[in-house]
């Protein structure tokens, strides 16, 4: 048996949640096309016949401008020292910038052998993969180059063999029915927030916040199918023309938010849900230790 922890880490918009989700095998990880949408450490464990595997979801490394994504950043760069593999993710489609050599370099700066994963590779020409791979090579002596694509699955079968193979002797150490450390209010605020960015304009994504205020279960002793779950939620924006964006003309925008989160809620707690949403304006919540704390952004260890 073989045991150990693997750090996806990569620019924002790279795809580390949708590769995150391909390899624990369910969703656990809200996705967008909007950056900076994961904003916690997201842990997933996966079983192999001959291996129990660690995957860490990562916020997006890039230049702070708020104490959230200063923590936000810290988390990632804290999960590159105590992990046994090290899976850079890039976005193939997207051509190299600053940013991706500034994660490279940072990459190379740990102990920890390093993969270099090319996402995306279903929206590129192959021709193009072969000098993609010789330019990378240059800039870091990768452990291993794995193009895949985490959207369609291709490809990642190889990448987990890699990894498995990269892992070093030892127990499980968790269930086998465990899948992650987060709770069930961190993925009702995650659902809710998915939602928010699907639907709303792109300057609210990057200001917002969900907040579970109340978390109700029903009776343990309850029938599932007559079971209701109750949860009451805060969306929070940083200035007063985001609320009625998010609100919308007669509050069609957030019935629309309500009713997608509901559905996608009810799938994953396999009951019937009541779902409350109100919006609320503070100002520079990205600076307030408090509700970052609510929402799990918690600070690094540096």
């Known amino acids: 048996m073989k045991f150990g922890h693997v750090s996806l880490v990569g620019r924002p918009n790279a795809g580390k949640s949708t ?12 996705v967008s096309d909007k950056p900076q949408t994961t904003r916690n450490r997201i842990l997933g464990v996966r079983n192999y016949p001959d291996a129990q595997v660690v995957f860490l979801d990562t916020p997006g490394i890039h230049r702070p401008l708020h104490r959230m994504n200063v923590r936000m950043v810290d988390a990632a760069m804290d999960t590159m020292r105590d ?6 993710v890039v976005d193939a489609s997207e051509r190299r910038g600053k940013g991706d050599r500034f994660v490279v370099d940072l990459v190379k700066t740990a102990a920890t052998p390093a993969f270099l994963i090319l996402n ?17 090579s240059q800039l870091a002596d990768f452990a291993e180059i794995v193009p895949v694509s985490a959207a ?8 987990e063999r890699a990894i498995v193979d990269r892992l070093p002797d030892g127990e499980r150490r968790y269930p086998d029915d465990y899948l992650t450390d987060q709770p069930e209010r961190f993925f009702a605020s995650e659902i809710v927030r998915e939602k928010l960015l699907q639907f709303t304009h792109a300057e609210i994504p990057f200001s917002s916040a969900v907040i579970v205020d109340r978390f109700e279960e029903p009776d343990p002793a309850a029938d599932r199918k007559t079971a209701l779950l109750r949860l009451y939620c805060t969306i929070v924006v940083d200035r007063e023309s985001q609320k009625p964006i998010v609100v919308g003309r007669g509050g069609d925008m957030i019935k629309k938010i309500g ?5 996608e809620l009810e799938r994953f707690f396999s009951m019937r849900v009541f779902l409350d949403l109100h919006v609320r304006v503070r100002t520079d919540w990205r600076e307030d230790d408090r509700i970052l704390g609510e929402i799990g952004v918690e600070p690094g260890e540096r």
């Open 259 to 263: 009713s997608a989160a509901r559905e």
């Open 19 to 30: 590769l995150l989700n391909r390899l624990v095998g369910t969703k656990i990880a809200i």
């Open 120 to 136: 995306k590779i279903d929206l590129i020409r192959k021709s193009r993969l072969l000098p993609m791979i010789a330019e990378y």
């Open 152 to 159: 369609t699955g291709d490809n990642i079968d190889r990448l």
């Open 83 to 88: 992990v046994d593999v090290l899976g850079l």
